[in-house]
């Protein structure tokens, strides 16, 4: 039963807690790392806390790093206030941007990526009366294409256009889409059957160098290929039937229901129950396959057998999936063999705060650039190659690698990004770390223009944004541009870790930067693991310190370590770019001490303030600190230390209380008990008990230390020394005069808290402790105050100045104990000196049976000081031995027949 509680008790005390908070914790943090790269649908409440306190976390450790300068390569091109005032609202007419790229181009940009996108024509008004009179009047073939052709060559569209044609290879379009999540493996190959016959997919990759993408994915036989083709054909045709118009809305609406029936039909691909083409597929297995060979028709006998291990080999990719591009116009997208285009698509947290970028997005297994990457890599002449692993916890291809190829395709680097292609954007600072150049300023024929960029001031120590003037050729030559609108009425603004209130387009610049300059935010490698043996170790050695240390040490310990923790990061790990969940060993540091500190407050801390009002009243301050640092000595039984037992007790007690009342009597008593009582605790000692009159202490315990003699025997005289003012204050106010009696014994003794289950005290048993209580009372037969033993006096004797008095054998005992006289500390007064002389002399020849020298010396001694009772003491002997001899075998030893 004892052991049953041990265990108990131990389960419930602030260690165990503190364990069970770690593996909570632990297990916490692995759901964290698990849900890395899942969709927010698919991350639980515990890790999206834990996700939002770490991209908080990266937050302030950005911010606290500072701002930095950004690559003298990148440059922000802005439809800014200025431009609006100058120009007027955005969008401008495109003949404007083309003279402004034009220039650009012409003072040295090296390429220019837009964050916009031209989706719709613009209002041209000479085509809108043209189209007005044909649909009255039609106009003669040859007049209607001579005013067409004279129309065109003025379209703010074929100005573009025809710009954008001469600088084909520095120039990026801009596009967004919709990320949509993909059902399952199965409709990325379905879906590429889509994607591959759109405009889209010509935009795209007809003219593009393509991301090459190594991926372990089936092909579709031909045959089954051209089946769905046609089938897909068929829906459009389905859908479009009896449904032509010219008008764009109605266009877009009705293209709009045609995707939407073919992405209905891939959910549904391959589905024995919802696919509308599998019955006829399987009834014509056999036939379909023929072309494929004899080999693929023994491996798939049935339709069945391959659907089966089509799907198995069609896993869910981690990288998101677009199913629907807004493009620019196909004029413009046309406009040259090279067409670069790229999407800008804002990547951000459920927080609103842009901290990632997906440099990557896919159409089916098609890989799309972002706006950053493309233009990268046309001004390094590079190219992306991303290989995939198949991660069996997620059940989906992630990126395992992405690397740069040169022109050769060998690698050149590599972008560390997580398995979903997303890329930590490491932030320069606030917005105009890079140049801020007008577009105004680019449609002027000044060779000099003004720009924005914060610098660092010297003396104010600080960043701030000043305003530049430089020649045209100074600074845009070589700069890579990310073009796009800063102005505030036009709300392109986002969220990151520095601002609010951040242009959209040097988002894009900050993700270039990293690019150009290989400055990544990455990583820990293998952190997961390493993480988790950190936690658990942390939290064990927490659970272990707080768990036996106060309040304020344990507070000062958590501050250490979190300061420890935020600088090892701050300076070793985050500076050089490596990004930890600093947060989770944070956090579990703080949680432990909040809990632990909080229970052991509630329990232990509670039950020791109890412990100690009561105990602080009976015992010294000593004990009741031992008790509070180790509860457990209050348990029964004790332990066996070596100490020194005093006793003391007031002479004539039952007279003095024959002559007072009560209350009288207890207040004599409480003015006599207090100070004594103060005393002992002054020197160290434990008071055990009170009898009465008599004051039980002890010295060495429950705080052990060498010195208890010399501490019990100091507050023996300074007691005698307490006494001779006291008796003056009573006589003064006509109380009964006291007096008391002290004896001291050292030995080993059982100390600890004894008594029942319901009553105990902290208390000494032993001989040492019975043998001390018969010296006090011996006090009366030799007129003396304070007796200490022999095993007392050789602790003593060296710093104490003493007199043996006698050989005693105690009642119950055979060996005779010596007994001695404290006399003082330190070395006496001449007079008392002198009669210790005399004294010790004739101690001497008493114990020798030279009665009479005995008491020549005993009466020098005498002489000394007359009121000396221990000598007249033995003057009596003297005189009594010399008329009546002991006998022959006389060892000298006085035997106590009381107790």
């Known amino acids: 039963m004892k052991k049953f509680l041990q265990k108990l008790s131990f389960l419930l005390s602030p260690m165990a807690l503190g364990l069970y908070i770690t593996l909570a914790f632990t297990w916490w943090a692995l759901l964290f790392f698990t849900s890395q790269g899942l969709s927010t649908d698919q991350i639980g409440p515990l890790e999206s806390l834990l996700i939002t306190a770490h991209q908080k976390s990266i937050d302030f450790r950005l911010k606290a790093r500072g701002e930095r300068k950004g690559s003298s390569q990148v440059a922000l091109l802005t439809v800014d206030d200025r431009a609006v005032q100058t120009v007027g609202r955005w969008p401008w007419p495109r003949e404007t941007i083309a003279n402004a790229i034009e220039n650009a181009i012409k003072w040295g940009a090296k390429v220019i990526a837009f964050d916009v996108v031209f989706s719709e024509p613009s209002a041209n008004s000479s085509q809108q009366v043209l189209n007005l009179i044909n649909s009255v009047s039609p106009l003669p073939e040859p007049l209607q294409q001579k005013i067409q052709t004279q129309i065109n060559e003025k379209n703010p569209d074929q100005i573009l256009s025809q710009t954008l044609a001469r600088f084909p290879?520095?120039?990026?379009?801009?596009?967004?889409?919709?990320?949509?999540?993909?059902?399952?493996?199965?409709?990325?190959?379905?879906?590429?059957?889509?994607?591959?016959?759109?405009?889209?997919?010509?935009?795209?990759?007809?003219?593009?160098?393509?991301?090459?993408?190594?991926?372990?994915?089936?092909?579709?036989?031909e045959t089954l290929k051209s089946f769905y083709r046609d089938h897909l054909n068929h829906i459009d045709e389905a859908v479009r039937e009896g449904r032509k118009t010219n008008n764009s809305l109605e266009l877009h609406d009705l293209n709009q229901e045609v995707l939407q029936r073919k992405i209905q039909f891939c959910a549904n691909w391959l589905d024995p129950k919802n696919d509308e083409t599998y019955s006829a597929i399987?009834?014509?297995?056999?036939?379909?396959?023929?072309?494929?060979?004899?080999?693929?028709?023994?491996?798939?006998?049935?339709?069945?057998?391959?659907?089966?291990?089509?799907?198995?080999?069609?896993?869910?990719?981690?990288?998101?999936?677009?199913?629907e591009w807004t493009m620019n116009l196909p004029s413009l997208s046309q406009s040259s063999e090279n067409y670069n285009t790229a999407y800008f698509n804002a990547d951000q947290d459920p927080d609103g705060t842009i901290r990632k970028t997906h440099l990557i997005l896919r159409s089916g297994s098609t890989y799309l650039p972002s706006l950053a990457l493309k233009a990268f890599l046309l001004a390094t002449h590079n190219n992306a190659k991303i290989t995939f692993v198949y991660h069996a916890p997620t059940q989906r291809n992630e990126i395992s690698k992405f690397e740069i190829?040169?022109?050769?395709?060998?690698?050149?680097?590599?972008?560390?990004?997580?398995?979903?292609?997303?890329?930590?954007?490491?932030?320069?600072?606030?917005?105009?770390?890079?140049?801020?150049?007008?577009?105004?300023?680019?449609?002027?024929?000044?060779?000099?223009?003004?720009?924005?960029?914060?610098?660092?001031?010297?003396?104010?120590?600080?960043?701030?944004?000043?305003?530049?003037?430089?020649?045209?050729?100074?600074?845009?030559?070589?700069?890579?541009?990310?073009?796009?609108?800063?102005?505030?009425?036009?709300?392109?603004?986002?969220?990151?870790?520095?601002?609010?209130?951040?242009?959209?387009?040097?988002?894009?610049?900050?993700?270039?930067?990293?690019?150009?300059?290989?400055?990544f935010l990455k990583q820990y490698p293998n952190e997961e693991r390493l993480m988790l043996l950190i936690l658990l170790?942390?939290?064990?050695?927490?659970?272990?310190?707080?768990?036996?240390?106060?309040?304020?040490?344990?507070?000062?310990?958590?501050?250490?370590?979190?300061?420890?923790?935020?600088?090892?990061?701050?300076?070793?790990?985050?500076?050089?770019?490596?990004?930890?969940?600093?947060?989770?060993?944070?956090?579990?540091?703080?949680?432990?001490?909040?809990?632990?500190?909080?229970?052991?407050?509630?329990?232990?801390?509670?039950?020791?303030?109890?412990?100690?009002?009561?105990?602080?009243?009976?015992?010294?301050?000593?004990?009741?600190?031992?008790?509070?640092?180790?509860?457990?000595?209050?348990?029964?039984?004790?332990?066996?230390?070596?100490?020194?037992?005093?006793?003391?007790?007031?002479?004539?007690?039952?007279?003095?209380?024959?002559?007072?009342?009560?209350?009288?009597?207890?207040d004599l008593l409480n003015e006599y008990l207090t100070p004594m009582t103060e005393l002992v605790f002054k020197n160290n000692g434990t008071l055990d008990k009170y009898m009465g009159d008599a004051i039980m202490a002890f010295f060495g315990a429950p705080l052990s230390f060498s010195h208890h003699a010399k501490s019990a025997c100091r507050c023996a005289l300074q007691s005698i020394d307490k006494l001779f003012q006291l008796q003056n204050e009573f006589k003064k106010r006509g109380l009964p005069e006291i007096d008391i009696?002290?004896?001291?014994?050292?030995?080993?003794?059982?100390?600890?808290?004894?008594?029942?289950q319901t009553v105990r005290s902290y208390t000494v048993m032993g001989d040492a402790v019975n043998l001390a209580s018969r010296l006090e009372g011996i006090n009366k037969q030799y007129g003396t105050r304070i007796i200490i033993s022999e095993f007392t006096y050789n602790e003593v004797k060296d710093s104490f100045t003493s007199r043996e008095v006698d050989w005693v054998r105690v009642k119950g005992k055979n060996q005779p104990v010596k007994i001695y006289e404290l006399i003082c500390e330190g070395t006496p007064e001449p007079e008392v000196e002198n009669l210790l002389l005399h004294f010790n002399q004739g101690y001497h020849l008493y114990h020798q049976m030279k009665w009479a020298l005995a008491l020549d010396e005993f009466t020098k001694a005498l002489q000394t000081v007359p009121t000396d009772e221990v000598t007249k003491l033995y003057i009596e002997r003297c005189q009594e031995y010399l008329i009546d001899p002991p006998e022959t075998h006389w060892d000298g030893v006085f035997v106590m027949k009381t107790k």
């Open 537 to 666: 170790g942390l939290g064990i050695f927490l659970s272990i310190s707080l768990a036996y240390l106060s309040a304020l040490p344990g507070l000062t310990l958590v501050c250490l370590l979190l300061l420890g923790m935020g600088l090892v990061d701050r300076f070793f790990i985050f500076n050089h770019g490596t990004i930890v969940t600093i947060v989770l060993p944070l956090a579990l540091t703080l949680t432990l001490f909040i809990f632990l500190i909080s229970y052991r407050y509630l329990t232990e801390e509670k039950s020791k303030r109890e412990l100690k009002g009561t105990f602080q009243k009976y015992v010294s301050p000593a004990i009741v600190e031992e008790i509070l640092s180790d509860p457990s000595k209050i348990e029964l039984g004790g332990r066996k230390a070596r100490v020194t037992i005093f006793f003391s007790d007031v002479r004539g007690f039952t007279t003095i209380s024959e002559k007072l009342d009560p209350r009288a009597l207890s």
């Open 741 to 756: 009696g002290i004896g001291l014994n050292t030995g080993e003794v059982s100390v600890g808290n004894m008594g029942s």
């Open 169 to 221: 290879s520095q120039i990026v379009l801009g596009a967004f889409g919709s990320i949509n999540k993909s059902p399952h493996g199965l409709f990325d190959s379905c879906f590429d059957l889509i994607f591959n016959a759109s405009p889209e997919y010509k935009l795209w990759t007809e003219k593009e160098t393509p991301i090459i993408a190594l991926e372990n994915r089936p092909d579709l036989p």
């Open 282 to 323: 399987d009834s014509q297995w056999s036939h379909l396959v023929e072309i494929e060979g004899k080999e693929f028709q023994g491996k798939y006998p049935t339709f069945s057998h391959w659907v089966e291990t089509y799907r198995s080999e069609n896993q869910n990719n981690a990288v998101p999936n677009v199913l």
């Open 405 to 519: 190829t040169d022109e050769n395709g060998d690698p050149v680097g590599s972008i560390p990004v997580d398995a979903s292609g997303r890329l930590a954007i490491n932030y320069a600072g606030r917005q105009k770390m890079f140049p801020h150049i007008s577009l105004a300023d680019l449609l002027t024929e000044s060779d000099t223009l003004t720009y924005e960029e914060r610098e660092f001031d010297p003396l104010k120590k600080r960043w701030i944004t000043a305003t530049k003037k430089a020649k045209k050729a100074d600074i845009i030559k070589d700069k890579v541009f990310i073009l796009g609108a800063t102005a505030t009425g036009i709300y392109d603004l986002r969220v990151t870790p520095f601002e609010e209130n951040y242009p959209g387009a040097e988002t894009h610049a900050n993700v270039l930067d990293n690019l150009l300059r290989s400055d």
